[in-house]
Each structure stands twice: as C-alpha cells, then as structure tokens.
C-alpha cells in the first residue's frame, strides 16, 4: 500500500525560489548514501551530496485501530503536504477517528529537531507550517528510504514473526540533503544539516485498550563527526479538525489546544491522578447541527500527543527543569499573513531572559534560530481558552489588540509544538524518544455547551465542562503498552513502580505507599487489613507488547441471490498462546454484519462459545470473607469429570445457591463465561463444515493447508440484494486473571468483507445470468440518499455522488451508456479477473466522461464481454 509520489511526478515539496526541485526526481534510483563528487562545501564531515542523492518519498496509513492516520518516511504525518494522497481509489485519512467515520483531526504533523553544532544553531524539521522553505527530512535513496510494512497477524500477507504490533511501519530519513531542501528566507542561508539520522517505528493496535493510540518511537543517531550539544525534539501539530464534507478555512478556523498535565485515576486505585502531560487540540464546540445536536458529522472527540520515553524518566512542565536537566515546553500560536493576528503567548522577557523577537508578529517562529528558541525556551503557554484573561501577572504580553483576545479564545486555525530537551549526542550515539499520538471521544459532552457555558472572560466553566475522561484512559495504556507496569522485563528484579491499597476491617483506607522500597512484611503489621499492590508504571524498559484477543480469522464471504454464506477456518484463532498467561485463551466467535464500516454500525448476528465456567470460591482474608474467582475458566466437561455425570453447575450460580466442594469443603458458586452456545450441529447457527473431521488427523487439510476439522460455516438468509453489506468473524477470549483485564474481542474492522447479496462473477459465467440496472428508472426525488443507497458518508454534493448499479457482471466487460441519438455518455471497464468480493457489480455516480451532471432522458446501456453483448434502457428523471 505504499505510495511513491515520484510515480506520477507529483512530489511533496514547497517550492518557495526553488524551481529545479521537480527536475530531482528523475533519479528515481539513486542512492542516497554519502558517494557525492562535489567538495565545495561540508557539514558536519560529510560532503555536500550531488543531484544524483535523489530520495523517494512514501506514505502508509495505519488504520489497524480505531484512530486512523497517515504517515510518511520524511517525518511527518497526516497528508497536510502529500499531494498524492490516494490509496486503494480512496483519499487517504490523514487522522480520521473514528476510523472510516470522514471526520479529520489533523492537517499535518511534523518532527522538527535542532541543537547547536560547534557555534551554529541548526534547525531540521518535516514541515513548518508556513511559506518559508522545502522540508529538510528525507529519506534514503532507493529500497533503504522505502516503509517496511509488516503485521504480527499471520494472517495478513505482511505477517512478520519479529513484527511489534499488529501494523508495523519502519522507515529511516536524514536532514543531510542540503540540496532539495532550498534557503532559508529568514536566515537568509541554504539549510544547514544536523547530520543526523532518524530511524522511525510506528505501532498500531485493534485491541479495546490500544485501539484509539500510536506509538512512535524514534533512535535519532548522530552520523557525522562532531558532536551535537544541547539537542531538542518538537512536535508541530497543525489540526484543522473538521467533517471531510467542511471545506476551506472553515474546518480550520475554530480550534482550540491546550495542555492537560494530570488526570483523575479510576475508582480503586491507591492514587487519585495519573500524571500524563498531553498536549490536545479540538473543535471549539464539536460542530453540531443546525439544530442543536450531534450527527455523524460531529467532530467531538480530541486528539494529542504524549511524551512515553526519553532517556530520563520524568520530566519538567514547571518552566524549570527535573534536576536531570531536562525541560520539556508547550507552545501555541495563530499562523496568518497579517502581522496583527499571527499571534501566539510570548513572554515580556527580563533582565535575565531578555525578549526574542519574531519580527512585526509575535507567533509563527521562522527560520532556524528563532524555531531553536521556542524549542528550548523554557516557556509554557496557558490554554487557548483562556486568551481573554489577562496573564501579565505571568509576564505575559497580550495580542496586539485587546480586542483579538476573545476571537482567539473561541477558536482559531491553531497550531502548537510540543518539545523537550537538551540532549548531547555525540558522533555514533542514538538518542531514543518514544511519543504517543492518541484520541479520546466524547470530549464535548454536551452539543450546547459552548453556545451555553462559554465566556471568554471567564472560560473556566467551559473548560470544565470538557471530558478528558477517555482520552486520560488512552493516555494511561498508551504509556502501559510501551512499558508494562508489573512486568519484569529484563529480570532484575524490579517490576515498575508501584503504590499499596491498605483496606481494615472497619472499612479504613489507609495512607497510600508510594514507595517500591516498602515491603509488605512492614505492612502486614496493621492487622486485620487487605494489603494490595497496585503497579502504576513499568519497570523503564521498553515492552511495546499487551494483552491480545485471539487473533481473527479470514473469512470468505459466498454470495448469493439474497443470502450470504460465510466460511472461515479457525485453527490460527483457536490455538493462539497469550503472552501473559502463556496458555490458550481462545473463547468463541461472534459473527457480524452492517451496511457501514464503522465499528459502531455492526450488529452481532449470532455467536459461539466454549462451554465453560468461571469457578467463583468464598475466601477469607484476616476478617473479611469475599467470593474471589479462582482459576481460568472450566469446561463442563471437567467439571462433570471432577464431581460426576450428575452434576449441573447451572444449579450453582450466586453466593446464595452455592456447592460444597466434596474433596475440600470450600463453598464455590459457577458463572457462564459467555453465553455457552457451544452447539455446531445446528445448521441454523455456526457449525462446522465437516463434522467427522479429526483434530488429530493432520493430513486431513483444506487447500490453504489448514486442517479442516477447524473450517467453520454461517448462512445469513433475507438480506436485500441491492445493498452490499460488511460482514466480518470476529473471535474472543476469556479475559486475564493475572493482569485484571476482562474478555477481549478482536475488530470487526479487521477482517471485515464488503460483498453484495447477489450471485457471484463466477455463478453469473456458469449460469450465463443477465445483466441487471438499478434503480431503473433512477429518479432524483427517489430519496435514494436519504434511505441510505448512496452518499452515505456525505462526503461530496448530492449530484457528484449518485449511484446506478449494473449487477451479474461477469468478472470483466466493458459497460457502455449511450444516449438515444447514439452519442457515448460514458464508458466503465470492470476488471476482475481474480473475481472475489463485489466483482459482480459496478457502480455509475450519473456523471458523463466529460465530467458533466446527467440530464432527464432515456439512455441505452451496453455490456460486452466474453459472454456475448446485452443491451438495455436505462431512464432518468431529474
């Protein structure tokens, strides 16, 4: 899937006085290894390189997990400056969340880095946001620049068995290409290199707890010769959040950013705030509609970014340092060509920090000394919100008419850099930085509440209003996943960090330990209490792994003439080991179907699952008596194995209908896993498609090689065969004893099949079927959008988005459509000579191949193909 810009000459450069930057793209293999010939003039050691170094940029998109993004190996992400942003026919997501759901939240994002270099200060970066130069990143020439894509599903074709995460993506770029990277106008100089190389890793997951983030994690080595001092990393973030049907600076011009350091732990825990220091930035009001409320059109979650690893374990946001000298600063500013509203918080300055000009505007920092100040300028900018309220008390200056105050509080086409630093790094070393960008829904809970609550001169009752709920939880896993908390990695004995909830008899809670030296033998002298040890971070050394469902199958969708039959084989899925419990957890399968792809349009149809029970026993622990599960679920087979053929553990289900275990007196009550529909005889259910199969017996195997006693099957009858639904397998676990973590699922999402309810391309051959058009006649008042047939993600205009269908296709023709006089209106070539899904249809949006809207007539169809010629008429009524 990854997309080379150079293969239609279509290139991401901002060319600002740089005019033979397209021209450098005919080296479309060249390499980009450091063979110049030219000697004029060095960087850091290296030479400066020749022409012939030209890189090939790419983009992949991560869209694995809820939150779906774009990124690229230049150091960006999101499309802001792709321009080929086109992948599999569809505009590529540039932070689309929830996936497929057309609502952006993000423009672009890009790394910029800078330090000093012996007595200069240099700047590389992705982007900057604004009209000033050519990105410095790039990537290698040739295969070393390409996104190494790989999957630890190994059902997917880019399965990899040392792959991190369910969608890898690896790539390696250098600011040492001096040449395509142009002037700085402000500094008035050709960009000068760090010489540094940037090796990124981007990791995605469908889990319920990593669904909605995505770790990057960066080794940024120093590849020249001499070393780079007091080194910073920043973040740019440009969001733009708006529905992909809002276009132009309306969809930019109302956000809102801000930083949030802390948020609340769940209930139980034995600490009240979890430290996460996000930076986030949203929709001022989640756009409802005109009539006052939420629709799929409604942007109101947040998106952000988190700092999950540097070299030193915390960090500073106090405008000082950690006492490991270490500094991280937030800041936000309005980009605009007019010197009066680029405006972003600036400090007055002292005696002893004295004020850094920006020239006539006080936001967008250019050229590479001004960009090197606000990195590592200690300065951390007050919320968005919260602009109209005066902040000289803080040595604030204020926009440069009061009266902007309030219009930028509500809302802006806002931007903010998130940076950290100083590192050295010296020639040879890697300095490794792990981030997080993550996304919480329902952040606006109410679609009033800005029109309601918010008054730029007191924002605090807005602001609270704001839910950081979700996106404080996806923070917390986001940082959780990269490091385990509880979990030994490296077998030194320490598991993290960890407090202690002390819980007495007289319902007490003690004061919460914070410190791991404590042991609970020291504890254990306030008695009668229950001591729990509750791990709140990792051990420091990177894990990047979590629990996982078991992995979902693939699943073959049978079509016919208002029925589907699914099929799939489950021997990956049922044999999978969990890497805590190191045992198979595999639980059942639940099939679904929807007539959209997002998560929430599927609708469960039936599921199977083991017949099994958790064992529920009544404990005592000093003096408080409690019903405690005790081991991983149990087959009803072992149960009636341990306590005889007589026994129904269905008579045993709460603390008041218990069973005394014979062989050792303890009182134990049984809960169903699931559902327990465990039945595959049932033709009407899931059940399997050989039933004399024999897990045994490995020669009996299908022609993908899987043993057949795994192959599965589910009809799904009376479904309308004008609509093509999504269907999809998805399959469960039994949760974890040993990390308190409930049941898991995989996505539908996954390994969801789009497929019409119609005989499929292979059937319409054998059987010589005829063609079918419809709706025919198509009228313009038939309401077609609005029952859900066309235009159902609203992405572009009624008339650009209309929908004739030409089913019974065989798996290729040439459909023609001619008007009454013979003229061609349009001519479709359906190719799918590999058939599979939906290679029966094809769809004409009424628009002729001159691009122009069909008028009210009568129209003659025509498909030809190997199977002869037929020929129809199609009306249409505007």
Same mark, same amino acid.
């Given at each position: 899937m990854n997309k080379i810009f150079a293969s239609k000459a279509k290139f991401f450069i901002l060319v600002f006085g740089v005019v033979t930057a397209l021209g450098l793209y005919g080296? &479309?293999?060249?390499?980009?290894?450091?063979?110049? =010939?030219?000697?004029?003039?060095?960087?850091?050691?290296?030479q400066k390189p020749t022409l012939s170094d030209i890189p090939i940029k790419q983009f992949d998109v991560h869209n694995i997990g809820k939150?779906?993004?774009?990124?690229?190996?230049?150091?960006?992400?999101?499309?802001?400056?792709?321009?080929?942003?086109?992948?599999?026919?569809?505009?590529?997501?540039?932070?689309?969340?929830?996936?497929?759901?057309?609502?952006s939240y993000l423009f672009t994002g890009a790394m910029w880095i800078g330090a000093v270099v012996g007595r200069d200060t240099l700047v590389s970066g992705a982007a900057d946001g604004w009209a000033e130069s050519t990105p410095e990143l790039w990537p290698d020439g040739g295969e070393a620049g390409n996104i190494i894509s790989r999957s630890n599903l190994k059902s997917r074709t880019d399965y990899h068995q040392d792959a991190i995460s369910e969608q890898d993506f690896i790539c390696t770029f250098t600011d040492t290409f001096p040449d395509l990277s142009g002037q700085d106008q402000n500094d008035n100089r050709d960009h000068i290199p760090l010489n540094v190389s940037i090796s990124q890793s981007s990791y995605a997951?469908?889990?319920?707890?990593?669904? /909605?983030?995505?770790?990057?994690?960066?080794?940024?080595?120093?590849?020249?010769?001499?070393?780079?001092?007091?080194?910073?990393?920043?973040?740019?973030?440009?969001?733009?959040? #708006? =529905?992909?049907?809002?276009?132009?600076?309306?969809?930019?011009?109302?956000?809102?950013?801000?930083?949030?350091r802390t948020v609340a732990m769940p209930p139980g825990w034995c600490i009240d705030e979890d430290t996460v220091n996000i930076a986030w930035i949203s929709d001022n009001d989640g756009d409802p509609t005109d009539d006052g409320n939420w629709s799929f059109t409604s942007p109101y979650a947040v998106t952000g970014t988190r700092v999950v690893r540097t070299p030193f374990d915390t960090m500073s946001t106090d405008n000082g340092d950690d006492g490991n000298g270490l500094s991280y600063s937030f800041n936000w500013w309005i980009s605009n060509t007019s010197a009066v509203y680029d405006f972003g918080p600036r400090l007055a300055g002292t005696e002893e920090d004295p004020f850094r000009s920006f020239g006539s505007h006080l936001g967008t920092?250019? *050229?590479?000394?001004?960009?090197?100040?606000?990195?590592? #300028?200690?300065?951390?900018?007050?919320?968005?919100?919260?602009?109209?309220?005066? #902040?000289?008390?803080d040595g604030y200056l204020g926009p440069p008419r009061p009266s902007q105050a309030s219009d930028f509080a509500d809302g802006y086409d806002t931007r903010y850099l998130l940076s950290f630093g100083p590192f050295d790094v010296d020639p040879g070393d890697t300095l490794p930085i792990t981030l997080a960008y993550l996304a919480g829904d329902e952040f606006h809970t109410s679609p009033s509440n800005f029109d309601d609550l918010f008054d730029a001169l007191n924002p605090n009752i807005f602001y609270n209003a704001l839910n950081f709920d979700d996106f404080g939880f996806n923070a917390r896993w986001a940082s959780w996943v990269f490091d385990n908390p509880g979990y030994d990695t490296d077998g030194d004995g320490d598991s993290g960090k960890?407090?202690?909830?002390?819980?007495c008899d007289d319902d007490t809670i003690f004061d919460t330990f914070f410190i791991n030296e404590v042991e609970i033998d020291s504890i254990d002298t306030i008695v009668p209490c229950d001591t729990t040890k509750m791990y709140y971070a990792g051990d420091g050394i990177p894990d990047f792994r979590g629990a996982a469902p078991p992995p979902p199958p693939i699943v073959k969708v049978i079509p016919g003439y208002g029925s589907v039959t699914l099929r799939w084989n489950g021997q990956e899925s049922e044999n999978a080991i969990d890497v805590f419990s190191n045992a198979k957890d595999f639980e059942g399968y639940r099939v679904y179907y929807a007539l959209g792809n997002r998560q929430s349009d599927y609708v469960m149809l039936t599921s199977f699952d083991l017949d099994d029970y958790k064992v529920l026993e009544f404990v005592q622990l000093y003096?408080?008596?409690?019903?405690?599960?005790?081991?991983?679920?149990?087959?009803?087979?072992?149960?009636?194995?341990?306590?005889?053929?007589?026994?129904?553990?269905? /008579?045993?289900?709460?603390?008041? =209908?218990?069973?005394?275990?014979?062989?050792?007196?303890k009182l134990r009550y049984f809960i169903p896993q699931d559902w327990n529909q465990s039945d595959l005889s049932n033709p009407n259910l899931i059940h399997k498609v050989y039933p004399n199969a024999s897990r045994s017996d490995v020669t009996d195997t299908t022609a993908e090689g899987q043993l057949r006693y795994y192959e599965y099957e589910y009809e799904i009858p009376n479904l309308q065969p004008s609509v093509p639904y999504y269907f999809?397998?998805?399959?469960?676990?039994?949760?974890? &004893?040993?990390?308190?973590? *409930?049941?898991?699922?995989?996505?539908?999402?996954?390994n969801a099949v789009q497929e019409f309810p119609l005989p499929s391309a292979e059937t319409v051959e054998e059987e010589a079927l005829e063609v079918i058009v419809y709706p025919n006649p198509y009228r313009i008042d038939g309401g077609y959008a609005s029952a859900g047939y066309e235009n159902r993600d609203r992405r572009q205009s009624a008339e650009r988005s209309r929908a004739i269908h030409f089913a019974n296709l065989p798996k290729v023709c040439t459909i023609r459509i001619f008007s009454i006089d013979g003229d061609l209106i349009k001519q479709i070539d359906h190719y799918r000579p590999e058939a599979g899904p939906g290679s029966q249809e094809e769809v004409w949006n009424v628009i002729s191949r001159n691009t122009q809207a069909i008028v009210t007539g009568i129209y003659l169809w025509h498909v030809e193909s190997e199977m002869g010629e037929q020929i129809g008429k199609l009306v249409i009524i505007k």
């Amino acid at each position: 899937m990854n997309k080379i810009f150079a293969s239609k000459a279509k290139f991401f450069i901002l060319v600002f006085g740089v005019v033979t930057a397209l021209g450098l793209y005919g080296h &479309l293999g060249a390499r980009s290894l450091y063979d110049a =010939h030219s000697t004029d003039q060095e960087w850091n050691g290296f030479q400066k390189p020749t022409l012939s170094d030209i890189p090939i940029k790419q983009f992949d998109v991560h869209n694995i997990g809820k939150i779906a993004m774009s990124i690229t190996n230049f150091g960006a992400f999101g499309t802001g400056y792709v321009t080929n942003d086109v992948v599999d026919g569809e505009i590529a997501p540039s932070c689309e969340y929830p996936i497929n759901s057309d609502l952006s939240y993000l423009f672009t994002g890009a790394m910029w880095i800078g330090a000093v270099v012996g007595r200069d200060t240099l700047v590389s970066g992705a982007a900057d946001g604004w009209a000033e130069s050519t990105p410095e990143l790039w990537p290698d020439g040739g295969e070393a620049g390409n996104i190494i894509s790989r999957s630890n599903l190994k059902s997917r074709t880019d399965y990899h068995q040392d792959a991190i995460s369910e969608q890898d993506f690896i790539c390696t770029f250098t600011d040492t290409f001096p040449d395509l990277s142009g002037q700085d106008q402000n500094d008035n100089r050709d960009h000068i290199p760090l010489n540094v190389s940037i090796s990124q890793s981007s990791y995605a997951w469908s889990y319920d707890y990593s669904e /909605d983030f995505i770790l990057f994690d960066y080794k940024i080595t120093n590849i020249g010769r001499f070393p780079i001092r007091d080194l910073y990393m920043g973040m740019y973030i440009d969001a733009d959040v #708006h =529905h992909a049907g809002v276009s132009g600076f309306e969809g930019a011009s109302d956000d809102i950013c801000g930083f949030r350091r802390t948020v609340a732990m769940p209930p139980g825990w034995c600490i009240d705030e979890d430290t996460v220091n996000i930076a986030w930035i949203s929709d001022n009001d989640g756009d409802p509609t005109d009539d006052g409320n939420w629709s799929f059109t409604s942007p109101y979650a947040v998106t952000g970014t988190r700092v999950v690893r540097t070299p030193f374990d915390t960090m500073s946001t106090d405008n000082g340092d950690d006492g490991n000298g270490l500094s991280y600063s937030f800041n936000w500013w309005i980009s605009n060509t007019s010197a009066v509203y680029d405006f972003g918080p600036r400090l007055a300055g002292t005696e002893e920090d004295p004020f850094r000009s920006f020239g006539s505007h006080l936001g967008t920092p250019t *050229g590479d000394r001004t960009k090197y100040y606000i990195m590592s #300028h200690p300065e951390f900018d007050y919320d968005q919100l919260f602009t109209a309220v005066s #902040h000289t008390g803080d040595g604030y200056l204020g926009p440069p008419r009061p009266s902007q105050a309030s219009d930028f509080a509500d809302g802006y086409d806002t931007r903010y850099l998130l940076s950290f630093g100083p590192f050295d790094v010296d020639p040879g070393d890697t300095l490794p930085i792990t981030l997080a960008y993550l996304a919480g829904d329902e952040f606006h809970t109410s679609p009033s509440n800005f029109d309601d609550l918010f008054d730029a001169l007191n924002p605090n009752i807005f602001y609270n209003a704001l839910n950081f709920d979700d996106f404080g939880f996806n923070a917390r896993w986001a940082s959780w996943v990269f490091d385990n908390p509880g979990y030994d990695t490296d077998g030194d004995g320490d598991s993290g960090k960890f407090c202690w909830n002390i819980t007495c008899d007289d319902d007490t809670i003690f004061d919460t330990f914070f410190i791991n030296e404590v042991e609970i033998d020291s504890i254990d002298t306030i008695v009668p209490c229950d001591t729990t040890k509750m791990y709140y971070a990792g051990d420091g050394i990177p894990d990047f792994r979590g629990a996982a469902p078991p992995p979902p199958p693939i699943v073959k969708v049978i079509p016919g003439y208002g029925s589907v039959t699914l099929r799939w084989n489950g021997q990956e899925s049922e044999n999978a080991i969990d890497v805590f419990s190191n045992a198979k957890d595999f639980e059942g399968y639940r099939v679904y179907y929807a007539l959209g792809n997002r998560q929430s349009d599927y609708v469960m149809l039936t599921s199977f699952d083991l017949d099994d029970y958790k064992v529920l026993e009544f404990v005592q622990l000093y003096d408080t008596l409690y019903w405690e599960q005790i081991s991983l679920p149990v087959t009803r087979a072992s149960l009636l194995k341990l306590y005889g053929p007589d026994f129904d553990p269905n /008579d045993y289900y709460d603390e008041f =209908h218990y069973y005394t275990d014979p062989y050792t007196g303890k009182l134990r009550y049984f809960i169903p896993q699931d559902w327990n529909q465990s039945d595959l005889s049932n033709p009407n259910l899931i059940h399997k498609v050989y039933p004399n199969a024999s897990r045994s017996d490995v020669t009996d195997t299908t022609a993908e090689g899987q043993l057949r006693y795994y192959e599965y099957e589910y009809e799904i009858p009376n479904l309308q065969p004008s609509v093509p639904y999504y269907f999809s397998v998805t399959a469960f676990d039994y949760g974890s &004893l040993k990390i308190d973590l *409930g049941a898991l699922e995989s996505s539908p999402l996954i390994n969801a099949v789009q497929e019409f309810p119609l005989p499929s391309a292979e059937t319409v051959e054998e059987e010589a079927l005829e063609v079918i058009v419809y709706p025919n006649p198509y009228r313009i008042d038939g309401g077609y959008a609005s029952a859900g047939y066309e235009n159902r993600d609203r992405r572009q205009s009624a008339e650009r988005s209309r929908a004739i269908h030409f089913a019974n296709l065989p798996k290729v023709c040439t459909i023609r459509i001619f008007s009454i006089d013979g003229d061609l209106i349009k001519q479709i070539d359906h190719y799918r000579p590999e058939a599979g899904p939906g290679s029966q249809e094809e769809v004409w949006n009424v628009i002729s191949r001159n691009t122009q809207a069909i008028v009210t007539g009568i129209y003659l169809w025509h498909v030809e193909s190997e199977m002869g010629e037929q020929i129809g008429k199609l009306v249409i009524i505007k």
